[in-house]
């Protein structure tokens, strides 16, 4: 008993370490998002994205970098983009931008796994980006876009409702006095979307690396077969472990952490984060928004992108000669705690989310009046 206990605590341990290390990265990441939604009003971005083009594709594939990294969040703007009139292709270009290439990711990326793993995750994020198009493109059966779109939804999913200041260009509106306001209401929002992911991420993440051995992930992601036939079969794999971990978007870092240190092939993780979007409670809620015909086309076609493009960034940068070599090590890494730049930057970090938190508790976003409040329902 007193041993299981002893390894409970270090996997606790582990969890505080790894939200340690990345606290200050999540606070930055969601006010400067939420800065950007509350200057960028949502009816704009709908009325640019109603072709399937390479401009709207485009402009999509910004403006999801620019938004929430919240996957629940993100499948619900793009259910309102995509129902009021934005293409298909267009929507999951937003959908994938803005769980695959927002600041934030990068950052907790790059400080638990290194930069190749972020340089990985923007560069793969545009390579899926574009697959998913061509697939789209080349795949979705006539008419099911339009059945999609007038789908009566069944149920509620994670509602969100970004608060936008009114008027003006994007340069007035950021000087505006409103502007702290909405950030503030956007960024307790976001939290409290948010936080049960994170906290689901970080306390998985722990326990596997205490309770799992490493011989497990090294069977599991065949370590010690042929690169030919590893490289393929981990990218398949590494999507369906995300799929059953439940976890998603940010919180899928730490345990792509724990996989990269147990024997994981680089591909294989970075199929693991590219399939925040497929895990099943997203899945399910495709089905409300959609239908059933919709939400099995958008998971094998998610899929089948993922592995793809995770295939194509493991060859290309193999090819390049950036591929990472695993160190091992993680708990030791990350359960380091001291006074140091980390500590420092939590507390900045502290101090502004009590900021905002304060800001928003004096100004509640008012959920009855949020057309005339400025605010775009994404819901």
């Known amino acids: 008993m007193t041993h299981l206990l002893d390894e409970v605590r270090r996997a606790l341990v582990m969890a505080a370490g790894m939200f340690w ?3 200050w990265s999540l606070v930055l990441g969601f006010a400067v998002s939420d800065l950007l939604q509350a200057i960028v009003p949502a009816d704009q971005m709908r009325r640019a994205l109603g072709r399937a083009g390479p401009r709207e594709i485009a402009i999509a594939t910004l403006a999801g970098a620019a938004s929430s990294s919240c996957s629940y969040a993100s499948a619900a703007i793009m ?10 292709v267009a929507s999951i270009a937003f959908l994938f931008a803005s769980t695959n290439l927002v600041l934030e990711l990068g950052i907790i990326l790059y ?10 995750e923007w560069v793969g994020g545009l390579v899926l980006i574009a697959v998913l198009s061509l697939l789209v493109k080349a795949t979705l059966p006539a008419g099911l876009a339009d059945e999609a779109r007038h789908h009566e939804e069944q149920g509620g999913g ?17 000087r505006s006095p409103d502007t702290p306001v909405r950030v503030a209401q956007n960024f307790a929002m976001d939290w409290r979307m948010l936080w049960k992911d994170l906290a689901a991420g970080f306390l998985i993440g722990g326990f596997l690396t205490v309770f799992v051995p490493d011989s497990v992930w090294q069977g599991l992601f065949l370590t010690h077969a042929s ?10 794999i590494g999507p369906i472990v995300a799929m059953l ?8 870092v730490p345990l792509a952490a724990v996989l ?3 024997g994981a092939s680089f591909g294989g993780v970075v199929a693991f984060l590219f399939a925040d979007l497929i ?4 899945l399910d809620i495709y089905r409300r928004y959609y239908g059933w015909r919709m939400a099995i086309y958008m998971g094998a076609v998610f899929y089948t992108a993922m592995a793809l493009a995770a295939l194509v960034v493991d060859l290309g940068f193999t090819a390049v000669g950036i591929v990472p070599h695993a160190t091992g090590g993680i708990e030791a890494r990350v359960s380091h705690f001291a006074i140091n730049y980390t500590f420092w930057l939590n507390l900045v970090a502290l101090a502004l989310a009590i900021w905002l938190f304060v800001l928003n508790r004096r100004h509640p976003m008012d959920h009855g009046h949020h057309h005339a409040g400025g605010c775009d329902a994404h819901g």
């Not at 400080?111 to 990985?120: I, T, V, Y």
């Not at 895990?279 to 997203?282: E, G, H, K, S, Y």
């Open 21 to 23: 290390q990345t606290g």
């Open 79 to 88: 259910r309102t983009l995509f129902k009021k009139g934005a293409s298909f």
């Open 111 to 120: 400080l638990l796994l290194g930069w190749q793993f972020m340089l990985a």
């Open 158 to 174: 994670h509602e969100h409702m970004s608060m936008t200041v009114e008027g003006g260009t994007w340069r007035e509106r950021l």
């Open 227 to 236: 690169p030919w036939v590893r490289l393929p079969v981990d990218a398949l």
């Open 245 to 252: 971990t439940f976890v998603c978007s940010i919180g899928n």
């Open 260 to 262: 990269w240190g147990g």
């Open 279 to 282: 895990v099943l409670p997203l």
